[in-house]
Every structure is written in structure tokens, then in C-alpha cells.
T-cell receptor
Framework: KAGVTQTPRYLIKTRGQQVTLSCSPISGHRSVSWYQQTPGQGLQFLFEYFSETQRNKGNFPGRFSGRQFSNSRSEMNVSTLELGDSALYLC???????????????FGQGTRLTVV | DAKTTQPTSMDCAEGRAANLPCNHSTISGNEYVYWYRQIHSQGPQYIIHGLKNNETNEMASLIITEDRKSSTLILPHATLRDTAVYYCIVRVNNNDMRFGAGTRLTVKP
């Protein structure tokens, strides 16, 4: 069974640009969440999607947004990039819903974003 | 904010058992305890989870106290490849996982 796939693995962008990252969850998983990891702040929750609906959102500015498609694939977008957005962006997928009770979430390998 | 507290770092000799503690004193009745580890900024790797009973799999054992306010992850025979940051989190079935700083485990030869 394929794991969680994130694309691209590495990305370099310029300040002010926008970026879109993609996450394909494990087959059958309907919940996808996104995390930002930086050396200073650690792993921080961005948002979670379940069945195409945003279920939870972390404490990040509106420049960070996401969406989930009917096939459960998810994208996150960061607009007007700042130097501080340089980070490892991780997504995690899980079954979600009542079937997800007591079942783990699995992470992708992440996208390393560098803003210059 | 994370609902768990862990020691910042621990050392373990290769071949010995590594015992990593975690406090989760405000855990709710339906929250499970999950352990993940992260090596060299790769994606966190799922290790094990439990609700009330002790659990064991091919990677580790999880001991949860009777009052569920703390747990211990046990790596029975630590190897150099077990050097990583270990995270303990509590969750129900959502993906809204709040990570603390974790425990940096260093396995020494």
C-alpha cells in the first residue's frame, strides 16, 4: 500500500511569490492535515481537512490556505511568501471519522520550502 | 498547545533498553496516546499507540499507567538507528495533533 506522497520534495521561491504544495493521502484515508516545522517553533499544526471540509485550523495568518478534493488529495497554498515561511511542510493522513477512532495518522516525507 | 510533556533529551547505550517517559495528566477518556519519532527532518514515523492497556509491536512497547496520566515508550534493544526525536501526543481520531518539543534520544555505542 503506497504511503503518503508529498510533492514537490524541495522548492525555492522568492519573497512575495506564492506556492502550492500537494499531498496524496494513503488510499482510503479521508482526513489530511498539514504541519509546518521550523527549528525555532517545532512542529505546528496548520489545518485539517476531512471529506473536503476544513475541520480545524491552527494559529496561522490567512496567507496560509488549503483545500481537499473529492479524491481526498489535498493542497496547501501560501501567498505573499516571507523569509520566515522557510520550513519543512508535512502532511499527515488518517482514516478520519468514526472509522478513524484509535487508528494512527501517517506522515509524508515533507516538502522543504526555502524562501529567498 | 501540546497536552504532553517530555524530557528534552536522553541518552541510551546501544543494546540496552530505552525508556522514554511522557506526562499527559489532562488526557480525556477517549484520547489515545500515540508515539512518533523523527529522524533527520524526515516525516515523523508512527511507532505505537494505546488507550488503556499496555501495547507491544515489532518496534516498541507502550506502558500506560492505570490512571492514564503518564506513559512510557520502551525500545527493548536500542540501536544507533534509533537516535531520533520522539514525540508523544494524545488524540482521538482527528488529525489535529499538537506536538511538543519531544525527547531527543541519542543512542551511544
Amino acid at each position: 500500500k503506497a504511503g503518503v506522497t508529498q510533492t514537490p520534495r524541495y522548492l525555492i521561491k522568492t519573497r512575495g511569490q506564492q506556492v502550492t504544495l500537494s499531498c496524496s493521502p494513503i488510499s482510503g484515508h479521508r482526513s489530511v492535515s498539514w504541519y509546518q516545522q521550523t527549528p525555532g517553533q517545532g512542529l505546528q499544526f496548520l489545518f485539517e481537512y476531512f471529506s473536503e471540509t476544513q475541520r480545524n485550523k491552527g494559529n496561522f495568518p490567512g496567507r496560509f490556505s488549503g483545500r481537499q478534493f473529492s479524491n481526498s488529495r489535498s493542497e496547501m497554498n501560501v501567498s505573499t511568501l516571507e523569509l520566515g515561511d522557510s520550513a519543512l511542510y508535512l502532511c499527515a493522513s488518517s482514516l478520519g471519522g468514526s472509522r478513524g477512532m484509535g487508528r494512527p495518522a501517517f506522515f509524508g516525507q515533507g516538502t522543504r520550502l526555502t524562501v529567498v | 498547545d501540546a497536552k504532553t510533556t517530555q524530557p528534552t533529551s536522553m541518552d541510551c547505550a546501544e543494546g540496552r533498553a530505552a525508556n522514554l517517559p511522557c506526562n499527559h495528566s489532562t488526557i480525556s477518556g477517549n484520547e489515545y496516546v500515540y508515539w512518533y519519532r523523527q529522524i533527520h527532518s524526515q516525516g515523523p514515523q508512527y511507532i505505537i499507540h494505546g488507550l488503556k492497556n499496555n501495547e507491544t509491536n515489532e518496534m516498541a512497547s507502550l506502558i500506560i499507567t492505570e490512571d492514564r496520566k503518564s506513559s512510557t515508550l520502551i525500545l527493548p534493544h536500542a540501536t544507533l538507528r534509533d537516535t531520533a526525536v520522539y514525540y508523544c501526543i494524545v488524540r482521538v481520531n482527528n488529525n489535529d495533533m499538537r506536538f511538543g518539543a519531544g525527547t531527543r534520544l541519542t543512542v551511544k555505542p
